[in-house]
């Protein structure tokens, strides 16, 4: 097998597009991830994560453990107990979050 070495025109043209892909490659790493961070992630139902700003308002200014309630934003009472969520301390119903909502709210 004789192999010749490459004419230096076609050598140029594939070192062009080796460094062109690179580039692409390197900057398609970049902003991707960058992208991603700039939304939360929210569960599969929509529900952005973290409890609702009116469950920790309930909570502000009470200890882990103490009673607490607050309106929903539907407009329904919630009652529970303060826990901590993440690093702050809502409102959670007894049966767990989203346990307050009437039966016949669709589930989401």
Do not use: W
């Not at 043209?13 to 490659?25: D, M, T, W, Y």
């Not at 329904?76 to 702050?88: K, L, V």
């Not at 809502?90 to 709210?105: F, K, Q, V």
């Amino acid at each position: 097998m004789n192999l010749q070495p490459l004419p230096s025109a076609v050598y140029g043209a594939l070192k062009s597009s080796i460094l062109i892909l690179g580039a692409a490659v390197l900057l398609l790493a970049a902003v991707l991830p960058a992208g991603a961070a700039d939304q939360p992630a929210a569960p599969p139902g929509g529900h952005p994560p973290g409890p609702p700003p009116e469950a920790v308002a309930a909570c502000k200014g009470k200890a882990e453990g103490a009673q607490a309630s607050f309106t929903n934003r539907g407009g329904h009472a919630i009652s529970g107990t303060c826990q901590r969520i993440g690093n702050e301390l809502a409102a959670m119903p007894a049966s767990g979050p989203g346990a307050a909502r009437p039966a016949s709210a669709p589930s989401r």
